[in-house]
């Protein structure tokens, strides 16, 4: 009876346990390293419309993600993975709101020289680029640029 009651009260303990810090919000650092403390990425906790989105980064000193190459979309994916972020899509900088048949990364940014749409995307109507992790293989999709998503911002800018 001592030994069950021993095991009862391990039991209830275990099962109140957390496995993150409760106030602070902060997820600990394992060996990938600290989700919010990046180098590379931002990744947002509140779903926002694009505008909003490239504001927050632009604000900030980054710019929304622009995977404007095979290499810099593959590191995202590798990151997006890495972290397990692939519950939610997340705004890029990729937009064709200056002409509805050019894309761009950014406002007023460069052409698309690389890309990576989902089957049947982009579609007629969305102006802004969002990645959609719930596919396989982490693809491109357009989206009405005020719909509220997650996003990434990119704190250094790559020269692909």
Known sequence: MKYFALLLAALI????????????????EDWRGNL?????????Q??????????????????LVAPNSFTSDLLLKGFIELFGLTQNNYWTAGNRLANESTWLWGLGGKNFSFTNWAVSEPVTSGDC??????????????????????????KTVSTN
């Open 13 to 28: 303990g275990v099962s109140f346990a957390s496995p993150y810090p409760k106030a602070t919000g902060v997820i600990e």
């Open 36 to 44: 919010q403390q990046n180098s590379d990425y931002y990744v947002s």
């Open 46 to 63: 509140n779903p926002v419309s694009w505008f909003a989105a490239n504001y927050f980064c632009y604000s900030n000193g980054w710019s």
């Open 129 to 154: 680029l969002l990645v959609q992790t719930n596919t396989t293989d982490i693809l491109w999709a357009n989206q009405d640029c005020a719909v509220q998503n997650d996003f990434i911002c990119q």
